[in-house]
């Protein structure tokens, strides 16, 4: 079973950018599709971002609209999200998930991986 394990959170004004990593131990990342998940207090879980094992697909969340970047370098076992253009709405706790097959999910039920988290605070 793969370890993840989030970085990058922080607080950071509207406007502003954050890149979060989700770097994997335990096993090799690159046969996993891997997703970005988030949690605002209140909120169910939702999609943020995925990418395939082969980094041939992408897909984002509704709400991204051209501003975050998913991306994997396969070398360091590790998926990043670059964050731009934040807003006091993408305030919430940021997580990554590992899918053995090899694709992503938009659902949060098909991961059996998952991260810790790290938060992501936008003010405004």
Known sequence: QVQLVEAGGGM?????????????SGQILSTYGVAW???ASGKWREF???VTRDAAGRDYGD???GRFTISRDDAKNTVYLQMNS???EDTAVYYCAAAESGTYY???????????GTQVTVSS
């Open 48 to 50: 943020v971002a995925g």
């Open 63 to 65: 709400f991204v609209k």
């Open 37 to 39: 998940f988030r949690q």
């Open 106 to 116: 938009r659902s949060s039920r098909p991961y059996k991986n998952w991260g810790q």
């Open 86 to 88: 934040l807003e006091p």
């Open 12 to 24: 950071v004004q509207a406007g502003g950018s954050l890149s979060l990593s989700c770097t994997a």
